[in-house]
């Protein structure tokens, strides 16, 4: 089962801030916090990853509470190429192995212009 | 440089027959992982190959197979398709193993079993 929990659908405008929350309260110290996100009709596509600090990339950023049990990926200024279902995840560490993606339902983003 | 590549995108057979679905990863990525994407189950880890050896399997019949070749491309295998089995594959690569690899997925192929 997924070990984390997300809002079943946001909504936003364009060219304002998003925050996609997802809370993770069973992570265990290893686990690397992940996100990913599936356009319409395409593969998931990866966006960011963080184990403790905020991450920053030129998609989003990612800003992890202090005890880790929640984190929250944000969209700077969204577009309407944003319009994604948006999944974190949980990617434990298998000792080795890359460990499988284990995926829930997700947060369908929608934007409006 | 080139993506992960699936072929073919599009696929229908009929019940009873088998299928073969096949992945070439990014060049240099060693580790290839395939998922199902159904509307009602979303998506489900099929399994995860690392240079030739599954490393991970999911919870998935026997009827589900796969392997991986010397240069990294993987196929997968599903015999005595039922209808339920209709679904998106999606296969994904990494470079590394390890839970801060990020994964590269496909665009998948279309299964439509009638």
């Known amino acids: 089962d997924a070990k984390t929990t997300q809002p079943n659908s946001m909504e936003s405008n364009e060219e304002e801030p998003v925050h996609l929350p997802c809370n993770h309260s069973?992570?265990?110290?290893?686990?690397?916090i992940h996100w990913y996100r599936q356009l319409p009709s395409q593969g998931p596509e990866y966006v960011i990853h963080?184990?403790?600090s905020n991450v920053n990339n030129r998609m989003a950023s990612l800003a992890i509470a202090e005890d880790r049990k929640s984190s929250t990926l944000i969209l700077h200024r969204a577009t309407l190429r944003d319009a994604a279902v948006y999944y974190c995840i949980l990617r434990e560490n298998y000792g080795g192995s890359q460990g499988n993606l284990i995926f829930g339902k997700g947060t369908k983003l929608s934007v409006k212009p | 440089k080139a993506g992960v590549t699936q072929t073919p995108r599009y696929l229908i057979k009929t019940r009873g027959q088998q299928v073969t679905l096949s992945c070439s990863p990014i060049s240099g990525h060693r580790s290839v992982s395939w998922y199902q994407q159904t509307p009602g189950q979303g998506l489900q880890f099929l399994f995860e190959y690392f240079s030739e050896t599954q490393r991970n399997k999911g919870n998935f019949p026997g009827r589900f197979s796969g392997r991986q070749f010397s240069n990294s491309r993987s196929e997968m295998n599903v015999s005595t398709l039922e209808l339920g089995d209709s679904a998106l594959y999606l296969c994904?690569?990494?470079?590394?193993?390890?839970?801060?690899?990020?994964?590269?997925f496909g665009q998948g192929t279309r299964l439509t079993v009638v």
């Open positions: 069973t992570i265990s110290g290893t686990d690397y």
């Open positions: 994904a690569s990494s470079s590394g193993q390890g839970p801060h690899t990020e994964a590269f």
């Open positions: 963080g184990l403790t």
